[in-house]
């Protein structure tokens, strides 16, 4: 079992920046893949970046460039830092793991894009 806790969501002009953090309850060394998702009203949830054990990283086009993954082993927290937002950011954002072939969810922490 995988416990995981989002935090860092928020409010945000277009233009500022958040950095959201995924806590997670075990070693995240032993988590093959971890990973944010987005869910916005109305839409279905998508990914938005994940990253591999060897520290190999993947976005949607629609963040490349303004959002960046990372993922710190000796805290067993993953970070993403989002920049130059845009109100098609707002959703609820979802910390993923992928350990063992089965998937774990965070409750989700919401980001507001909005002037």
């Known amino acids: 079992q995988v416990q995981l806790v989002e935090s860092g969501g928020g409010l945000v002009q277009p233009g500022g920046s958040l950095r959201l953090s995924c806590a997670a309850s075990v070693s995240i060394s032993s988590i093959y893949v971890m990973g944010w998702y987005r869910q916005a009203p109305g839409k279905q949830r998508e990914l938005v970046a994940f990253?591999?054990?060897?520290?190999?990283?993947n976005y949607a086009d629609s963040v490349k460039g303004r959002f960046t993954i990372s993922r710190d082993n000796a805290k067993n927290t993953v970070y993403l830092q989002m920049n130059s937002l845009k109100s098609e950011d707002t959703a609820v954002y979802y910390c993923n793991a992928v350990r063992l072939g089965i998937d774990f969810w965070g409750q989700g922490t919401q980001v507001t894009v909005s002037s």
């Open positions: 990253v591999a054990s060897g520290d190999s990283t």
